[in-house]
Protein backbone atom coordinates (compact mmCIF):
# COMPACT_ATOMS: atom_id res chain seq x y z
CA UNK A 1 0.00 0.00 0.00
CA UNK A 2 1.50 3.72 -1.36
CA UNK A 3 2.51 6.31 1.72
CA UNK A 4 -0.01 9.45 0.94
CA UNK A 5 2.90 12.74 1.20
CA UNK A 6 1.74 14.70 4.44
CA UNK A 7 0.45 18.13 3.88
CA UNK A 8 3.85 19.18 5.17
CA UNK A 9 5.59 17.14 2.83
CA UNK A 10 3.69 18.59 0.39
CA UNK A 11 3.94 22.17 1.07
CA UNK A 12 7.87 21.73 1.30
CA UNK A 13 8.00 20.20 -2.21
CA UNK A 14 5.99 22.82 -3.96
CA UNK A 15 8.21 25.59 -1.82
CA UNK A 16 11.00 24.06 -3.17
CA UNK A 17 9.74 23.90 -7.14
CA UNK A 18 8.60 27.81 -6.76
CA UNK A 19 12.21 28.54 -5.45
CA UNK A 20 13.93 26.30 -8.10
CA UNK A 21 11.29 28.28 -10.95
CA UNK A 22 12.15 32.19 -9.32
CA UNK A 23 16.56 30.91 -9.26
CA UNK A 24 16.12 29.53 -13.12
CA UNK A 25 14.52 33.11 -14.25
CA UNK A 26 16.93 34.88 -12.07
CA UNK A 27 19.61 33.02 -13.64
CA UNK A 28 18.59 33.59 -17.14
CA UNK A 29 17.76 37.46 -16.39
CA UNK A 30 21.27 37.94 -15.23
CA UNK A 31 22.76 36.19 -18.48
CA UNK A 32 20.38 38.87 -20.28
CA UNK A 33 21.60 41.67 -18.36
CA UNK A 34 25.17 40.80 -18.45
CA UNK A 35 25.18 40.31 -22.35
CA UNK A 36 23.40 43.95 -23.09
CA UNK A 37 26.06 45.28 -20.62
CA UNK A 38 29.07 43.80 -22.38
CA UNK A 39 27.61 44.48 -26.05
CA UNK A 40 26.59 48.21 -24.71
CA UNK A 41 30.81 48.06 -23.27
CA UNK A 42 31.80 47.45 -27.23
CA UNK A 43 29.89 49.50 -28.44
CA UNK A 44 30.91 52.35 -27.36
CA UNK A 45 34.46 51.76 -28.58
CA UNK A 46 32.83 50.67 -32.19
CA UNK A 47 30.97 53.74 -32.53
CA UNK A 48 33.92 55.65 -31.34
CA UNK A 49 35.55 54.20 -34.16
CA UNK A 50 33.09 54.93 -36.69
CA UNK A 51 32.69 58.64 -35.48
CA UNK A 52 36.46 59.00 -36.42
CA UNK A 53 35.80 57.43 -39.98
CA UNK A 54 33.68 60.73 -40.65
CA UNK A 55 34.69 61.49 -43.94
CA UNK A 56 36.32 65.57 -43.93
CA UNK A 57 36.34 68.24 -45.35
CA UNK A 58 40.44 67.99 -45.97
CA UNK A 59 39.68 63.86 -47.32
CA UNK A 60 40.69 62.67 -50.38
CA UNK A 61 44.10 65.14 -51.13
CA UNK A 62 46.32 64.83 -54.07
CA UNK A 63 48.85 63.28 -51.47
CA UNK A 64 46.33 60.57 -50.42
CA UNK A 65 45.52 59.26 -53.89
CA UNK A 66 48.71 59.33 -54.88
CA UNK A 67 49.74 57.23 -51.64
CA UNK A 68 47.26 54.82 -51.67
CA UNK A 69 47.81 54.19 -55.74
CA UNK A 70 51.28 53.35 -54.91
CA UNK A 71 50.78 51.24 -52.02
CA UNK A 72 47.69 49.65 -52.07
CA UNK A 73 46.27 50.24 -56.03
CA UNK A 74 49.32 49.15 -57.38
CA UNK A 75 50.60 45.80 -55.86
CA UNK A 76 47.35 44.56 -55.93
CA UNK A 77 47.09 45.46 -59.56
CA UNK A 78 51.01 43.68 -60.21
CA UNK A 79 49.16 40.83 -58.79
CA UNK A 80 46.33 40.46 -61.28
CA UNK A 81 48.54 41.38 -64.27
CA UNK A 82 50.64 37.91 -63.44
CA UNK A 83 47.53 36.14 -62.48
CA UNK A 84 46.65 37.36 -66.45
CA UNK A 85 50.26 36.06 -67.84
CA UNK A 86 49.67 32.94 -65.97
CA UNK A 87 46.08 31.97 -67.51
CA UNK A 88 47.62 33.05 -71.11
CA UNK A 89 50.67 30.60 -70.58
CA UNK A 90 48.31 27.89 -69.70
CA UNK A 91 46.65 28.54 -72.92
CA UNK A 92 49.42 28.39 -75.04
CA UNK A 93 51.47 25.83 -73.47
CA UNK A 94 49.46 22.81 -72.14
CA UNK A 95 53.00 20.94 -70.60
CA UNK A 96 53.34 24.09 -67.90
CA UNK A 97 52.83 22.67 -64.20
CA UNK A 98 49.34 24.19 -63.31
CA UNK A 99 49.71 23.56 -59.98
CA UNK A 100 53.18 25.16 -59.31
CA UNK A 101 51.60 28.16 -61.08
CA UNK A 102 49.05 28.28 -58.41
CA UNK A 103 51.45 28.18 -55.50
CA UNK A 104 53.58 30.67 -56.68
CA UNK A 105 50.40 32.90 -57.09
CA UNK A 106 49.06 32.31 -53.97
CA UNK A 107 52.33 33.36 -52.42
CA UNK A 108 52.48 36.33 -54.17
CA UNK A 109 49.65 37.32 -53.12
CA UNK A 110 50.55 36.62 -49.42
CA UNK A 111 53.41 39.37 -50.18
CA UNK A 112 51.25 42.02 -51.68
CA UNK A 113 49.17 41.55 -48.85
CA UNK A 114 51.91 42.40 -46.06
CA UNK A 115 53.05 44.84 -49.09
CA UNK A 116 49.72 46.97 -48.69
CA UNK A 117 48.86 46.20 -45.06
CA UNK A 118 51.59 48.66 -43.66
CA UNK A 119 50.37 51.57 -45.26
CA UNK A 120 47.73 53.64 -42.88
CA UNK A 121 45.11 55.14 -44.12
CA UNK A 122 43.49 57.98 -42.84
CA UNK A 123 40.49 57.71 -41.00
CA UNK A 124 39.04 60.53 -42.15
CA UNK A 125 39.15 58.94 -45.73
CA UNK A 126 36.65 56.54 -45.42
CA UNK A 127 36.83 55.52 -48.88
CA UNK A 128 40.17 54.99 -49.48
CA UNK A 129 40.55 52.98 -45.64
CA UNK A 130 37.32 50.85 -47.00
CA UNK A 131 38.81 50.27 -50.34
CA UNK A 132 42.61 49.42 -48.71
CA UNK A 133 40.31 46.96 -46.40
CA UNK A 134 38.80 45.32 -49.34
CA UNK A 135 41.88 45.28 -51.85
CA UNK A 136 43.46 43.31 -48.56
CA UNK A 137 40.86 40.36 -47.96
CA UNK A 138 40.95 39.89 -51.53
CA UNK A 139 44.37 38.95 -51.51
CA UNK A 140 43.51 37.05 -48.55
CA UNK A 141 40.94 35.48 -50.55
CA UNK A 142 43.11 34.66 -53.71
CA UNK A 143 45.53 33.24 -51.28
CA UNK A 144 43.61 30.78 -50.06
CA UNK A 145 41.44 29.90 -53.01
CA UNK A 146 45.15 29.11 -55.17
CA UNK A 147 46.23 26.73 -52.54
CA UNK A 148 42.77 25.40 -52.46
CA UNK A 149 43.00 24.98 -56.16
CA UNK A 150 46.67 23.87 -56.59
CA UNK A 151 45.89 20.05 -55.01
CA UNK A 152 44.09 19.26 -58.40
CA UNK A 153 45.49 21.78 -60.91
CA UNK A 154 47.16 19.51 -62.51
CA UNK A 155 44.01 17.34 -63.48
CA UNK A 156 42.04 18.05 -67.02
CA UNK A 157 42.95 21.12 -69.46
CA UNK A 158 43.58 24.36 -68.81
CA UNK A 159 40.31 25.49 -69.63
CA UNK A 160 38.81 22.97 -66.84
CA UNK A 161 40.85 24.47 -64.48
CA UNK A 162 40.40 28.48 -65.50
CA UNK A 163 36.55 27.16 -65.33
CA UNK A 164 37.15 25.84 -61.93
CA UNK A 165 38.95 28.88 -60.76
CA UNK A 166 35.57 30.98 -61.75
CA UNK A 167 33.66 28.71 -59.95
CA UNK A 168 35.69 28.93 -56.40
CA UNK A 169 33.59 30.57 -53.98
CA UNK A 170 37.00 32.12 -52.74
CA UNK A 171 37.80 33.05 -55.69
CA UNK A 172 34.37 35.06 -56.59
CA UNK A 173 34.78 36.46 -53.67
CA UNK A 174 37.69 38.24 -53.86
CA UNK A 175 36.56 39.07 -57.25
CA UNK A 176 33.92 40.80 -55.76
CA UNK A 177 35.78 42.72 -52.98
CA UNK A 178 38.36 43.93 -55.68
CA UNK A 179 36.20 45.60 -57.70
CA UNK A 180 34.23 47.25 -54.72
CA UNK A 181 37.80 48.40 -53.58
CA UNK A 182 38.54 50.00 -57.27
CA UNK A 183 34.80 51.20 -57.38
CA UNK A 184 35.86 53.06 -53.91
CA UNK A 185 39.15 54.26 -55.22
CA UNK A 186 37.14 55.70 -58.21
CA UNK A 187 34.38 57.58 -56.08
CA UNK A 188 37.20 58.78 -53.84
CA UNK A 189 38.66 60.40 -57.36
CA UNK A 190 35.26 62.37 -57.60
CA UNK A 191 35.66 63.49 -54.43
CA UNK A 192 38.84 65.19 -54.90
CA UNK A 193 37.53 66.52 -57.77
CA UNK A 194 34.88 68.15 -55.96
CA UNK A 195 37.19 70.06 -53.82
CA UNK A 196 39.53 71.02 -56.30
CA UNK A 197 36.63 72.79 -58.72
CA UNK A 198 33.22 73.70 -57.17
CA UNK A 199 31.31 73.03 -60.02
CA UNK A 200 31.90 69.03 -60.27
CA UNK A 201 29.70 66.69 -58.05
CA UNK A 202 30.85 65.59 -54.88
CA UNK A 203 28.56 62.25 -55.43
CA UNK A 204 27.15 60.91 -57.81
CA UNK A 205 24.05 58.26 -57.47
CA UNK A 206 23.93 55.62 -60.18
CA UNK A 207 20.26 56.25 -62.06
CA UNK A 208 18.65 52.80 -63.38
CA UNK A 209 19.29 54.13 -66.80
CA UNK A 210 21.65 56.52 -68.33
CA UNK A 211 20.80 58.06 -71.82
CA UNK A 212 24.08 58.05 -74.19
CA UNK A 213 23.56 62.26 -73.79
CA UNK A 214 23.23 62.59 -70.18
CA UNK A 215 26.35 60.55 -70.32
CA UNK A 216 28.07 62.65 -72.85
CA UNK A 217 27.50 65.72 -70.64
CA UNK A 218 29.24 64.28 -67.37
CA UNK A 219 32.86 65.57 -66.46
CA UNK A 220 35.37 62.66 -67.18
CA UNK A 221 35.59 61.67 -63.18
CA UNK A 222 31.70 61.02 -63.33
CA UNK A 223 32.22 59.02 -66.45
CA UNK A 224 35.10 57.07 -64.64
CA UNK A 225 33.08 56.43 -61.83
CA UNK A 226 30.26 55.44 -63.44
CA UNK A 227 32.27 52.89 -65.53
CA UNK A 228 33.78 51.78 -62.40
CA UNK A 229 30.62 50.69 -60.97
CA UNK A 230 29.31 49.08 -64.02
CA UNK A 231 32.52 46.27 -63.97
CA UNK A 232 31.63 45.91 -59.94
CA UNK A 233 27.97 45.32 -61.34
CA UNK A 234 29.15 42.34 -63.81
CA UNK A 235 31.76 41.08 -61.81
CA UNK A 236 33.55 40.10 -64.51
CA UNK A 237 37.55 39.20 -64.66
CA UNK A 238 38.93 42.65 -66.44
CA UNK A 239 42.65 43.43 -67.51
CA UNK A 240 41.43 46.72 -68.18
CA UNK A 241 40.50 49.83 -65.88
CA UNK A 242 37.42 52.10 -65.52
CA UNK A 243 38.87 54.87 -68.11
CA UNK A 244 39.56 52.43 -70.51
CA UNK A 245 35.61 51.53 -70.60
CA UNK A 246 35.14 55.08 -70.56
CA UNK A 247 37.26 55.58 -73.79
CA UNK A 248 35.61 53.28 -75.32
CA UNK A 249 32.39 54.45 -74.73
CA UNK A 250 32.98 57.87 -75.86
CA UNK A 251 34.59 56.32 -78.87
CA UNK A 252 31.24 54.40 -79.91
CA UNK A 253 29.43 57.07 -79.32
CA UNK A 254 30.71 60.19 -80.78
CA UNK A 255 31.81 58.09 -84.09
CA UNK A 256 28.19 57.09 -84.68
CA UNK A 257 28.24 53.94 -83.86
CA UNK A 258 26.01 53.92 -80.85
CA UNK A 259 23.13 55.95 -83.70
CA UNK A 260 23.72 52.92 -86.02
CA UNK A 261 23.44 50.23 -84.41
CA UNK A 262 20.20 51.88 -82.12
CA UNK A 263 22.39 51.32 -78.54
CA UNK A 264 20.75 54.14 -76.50
CA UNK A 265 22.07 53.52 -73.27
CA UNK A 266 25.47 53.53 -71.65
CA UNK A 267 24.63 50.37 -69.92
CA UNK A 268 23.76 48.44 -73.36
CA UNK A 269 27.09 49.81 -74.86
CA UNK A 270 29.02 48.42 -71.90
CA UNK A 271 27.30 45.11 -72.79
CA UNK A 272 28.20 45.25 -76.17
CA UNK A 273 31.62 46.02 -75.55
CA UNK A 274 31.91 43.56 -73.25
CA UNK A 275 30.56 40.98 -75.14
CA UNK A 276 32.74 41.18 -78.04
CA UNK A 277 35.91 41.77 -76.27
CA UNK A 278 36.21 45.70 -77.52
CA UNK A 279 38.03 47.02 -74.64
CA UNK A 280 41.83 46.68 -73.99
CA UNK A 281 43.94 47.88 -71.43
CA UNK A 282 45.03 50.98 -72.62
CA UNK A 283 42.29 52.15 -74.46
CA UNK A 284 41.81 55.37 -72.78
CA UNK A 285 45.98 56.24 -73.17
CA UNK A 286 45.53 56.17 -77.10
CA UNK A 287 42.57 58.31 -76.73
CA UNK A 288 43.20 60.75 -74.30
CA UNK A 289 44.53 63.49 -76.45
CA UNK A 290 41.55 63.44 -78.44
CA UNK A 291 39.12 63.32 -76.28
CA UNK A 292 40.40 64.27 -72.67
CA UNK A 293 42.95 67.05 -73.09
CA UNK A 294 40.91 69.92 -70.55
CA UNK A 295 39.77 67.02 -68.24
CA UNK A 296 40.49 67.44 -64.67
CA UNK A 297 41.98 64.26 -63.38
CA UNK A 298 44.55 63.77 -60.41
CA UNK A 299 47.85 63.20 -61.33
CA UNK A 300 48.12 59.30 -61.15
CA UNK A 301 50.67 57.09 -63.41
CA UNK A 302 47.33 55.85 -64.82
CA UNK A 303 46.42 58.67 -65.97
CA UNK A 304 49.85 59.87 -68.16
CA UNK A 305 51.29 56.12 -68.52
CA UNK A 306 50.61 52.33 -69.54
CA UNK A 307 51.14 51.36 -65.88
Do not use: C
Not at 3 to 23: M, N, P, Q, Y
Not at 135 to 160: I, M, R
Request: charge should be positive.
Amino acid sequence: MEKRLSRTDLVFALGFLFFLIVAIAAFFSGVKVGTQRTEALYAKPAATQMSKATESPNAYSQQDLVSFYHNVFLPHREWKAEWSATRTRWQSDDSVDRASSLKELAKLAAAKYEESKITTVSSVSPLLMNAQNNYLKSLKLYESSFTQLAVHANEGSPADLIAAVSKNAYYSEALRLALLAQSQYYDAMLKWGASVNLSLPATYELPGVIPNADWSKQPLLVKNMIAAQYMFMNKAEYDYLPQDLTARIDQFISSGQADRMKQKTVRSIVDMLNGTGAVRSGDYLSLRSRYYAKQLLPLLPFFSSDT
